[in-house]
């Protein structure tokens, strides 16, 4: 690892429209983080993790830096009763984006608290600390990989706590930002439609 800084590259910035998320949005959780590989200098958004590990991502490359590790948000002075848990960050930035674009005046995003696994198989390390939650709210992949994850949240807690799978939200997306991008170019059709319309000559 070379460096760390706040978001502003614009390749980076770009990389997360092309996937419908909110740079400003992004840039209170990744930075972007400038690190070489056999003699290759790269740049990449970097997200931390509890052990101070970091998913990279850029448009041609998915990977990290050890150790692996699930990353837990809370806010401070707050014990909510809530967790929202997502497979990835691209997720979790995308679960931020809609509400902010839904709810903009009250988002209520300190309402709960969040976990990002960095993969379901960090389930494991999740189970402890989602323990001290009344409600789960799972928004993992509608893939085989992630209902197994939800299995196993639930076979751990399924008597106790309210579990909900919330993928169910996005059913017919791979995941929830494959849901956001499809949002927003649906509403990027619906304006071009509305400007045509509008530039169109009076009869």
Do not use: W
Not at 13 to 38: C, F, H
Not at 69 to 75: E, L, P, S, Y
Not at 189 to 198: D, G, L, M, N
Request: net charge positive; proline share 4%; glycine share 6%.
């Amino acid at each position: 690892i070379l460096s760390t800084q706040p978001l502003q590259n614009p390749a980076l910035t770009n990389y997360l429209k092309s996937r419908g998320i909110a740079p400003e949005v992004a840039a209170d959780y990744v930075q972007e983080m400038y690190y070489r590989v056999n003699g290759k200098s790269l740049f990449a958004l970097a997200f931390k993790n509890n052990a101070g590990g970091y998913e990279l991502r850029n448009p041609g490359y998915k990977g990290c830096t050890s150790p692996k590790d699930i990353t837990r948000i809370q806010f401070a002075g707050k014990r909510n009763a809530a967790c929202f848990v997502f497979e990835g960050f691209m997720d979790y930035l995308s679960f931020l984006t809609l509400r902010l674009e839904n709810c903009p005046k009250f988002p209520e995003l300190d309402r709960q608290d969040y976990m990002v696994l960095n993969s379901v198989s960090n389930v494991s390390k999740a189970l402890y600390p989602l323990g001290s939650y009344e409600r789960i709210h799972c928004f993992f992949d509608n893939d085989h990989a992630g209902m197994e994850a939800l299995r196993q949240i639930r076979k751990e807690y399924g008597r106790d706590l309210y579990i909900r799978d919330a993928s169910q939200t996005y059913n017919g997306c791979k995941d929830l930002n494959e849901y956001l991008q499809k949002q927003v170019e649906r509403k990027r059709q619906v304006r071009s439609v509305k400007e045509t319309h509008s530039q169109s000559p009076k009869k």
